[in-house]
């Protein structure tokens, strides 16, 4: 079945540090997702990429979407506490209704 | 705005007791899902549903049951809780079906079993 793995699985940076994680999916996919989950809450929705090569910014996320369509980043400038959080990122393979997943990348601040 | 409602938060049951997880969303999304989250594996999909009567299969399906009798409601049931169910359960809907679309998740449901 399809596998959706992010490295790093964990990830300490210092306040104002860049921070980037990485996701590979088994499969080519129709789009990919990007959700953020704070400590103790649930998963919330950040963005959608569904082109080749895409590449979306907000404020100081940066997303890009592989040209392959397998691949994904996500990628924080001068990290700020407020960052702190697993991210995720999740994808269905074309033509398919399920959305699977990535292992996560838990992102912790030092002041 | 209520969104995805589930219930319980909590809950604990010992082994080969029953129990249903309710979700509830009053956005009139078609797609309804549940997850499970454990530590380092991420979020798998247990069972999905693209409209009122139809369900179908995730990653990890086996131990629960699913039903879809309105757009409003999917509850998951545990038949014989097993401790390998101890997990943070997740129900998330979006507005149409296909393979795009943001999720909205619910709260969680931490579920122990002894």
């Known amino acids: 079945g399809q596998q959706v793995m992010q490295i790093p699985q964990y990830q300490h940076v210092q306040e104002g540090e860049d921070f980037t994680t990485y996701c590979n999916s088994s499969?080519?996919?129709?789009?990919i997702q990007w959700y953020k989950q704070r400590p103790g809450g649930h998963p919330v929705f950040l963005i959608q990429?569904?082109?080749?090569?895409e590449v979306k910014k907000q404020k100081r996320l940066t997303f890009q979407f592989g040209e392959a369509k397998k691949n994904s980043s996500l990628h924080i400038t001068a990290t700020q506490t407020t960052d702190v959080g697993t991210y995720f990122c999740?994808?269905?393979?074309?033509?398919?209704?399920?959305?699977?997943f990535g292992t996560g990348t838990r992102l912790t601040i030092i002041p | 705005n209520a969104g995805v409602t589930q219930t319980p938060k909590f809950q604990v049951l010992k082994t080969g007791q029953s129990m249903t997880l309710q979700c509830a969303q009053d956005?009139?999304?078609?797609?309804m899902s549940w997850y499970r989250q454990d530590p380092g594996m991420g979020l798998r999909l247990i069972h999905y549903?693209?409209?009122?009567?139809?369900?179908d299969q995730g990653e990890v399906p086996n131990g629960y049951n699913v039903s879809r009798s309105t757009t409003e409601d999917f509850p998951l049931r545990l038949l014989s809780a097993a401790p390998s169910q101890t997990s943070v359960y997740f129900c998330?809907?979006?507005?149409?079906?296909?393979?795009?679309?943001?999720?909205?998740f619910g709260e969680g449901s931490r579920l122990t079993v002894l």
């Open positions: 998330a809907s979006r507005p149409g079906t296909g393979d795009t679309g943001e999720l909205f």
């Open positions: 499969t080519t996919l129709s789009n």
């Open positions: 990429l569904v082109k080749s090569g």
């Open positions: 999740a994808g269905p393979p074309q033509g398919n209704e399920k959305l699977t």
């Open positions: 956005m009139n999304h078609e797609y």
């Open positions: 549903s693209v409209g009122a009567g139809i369900t």
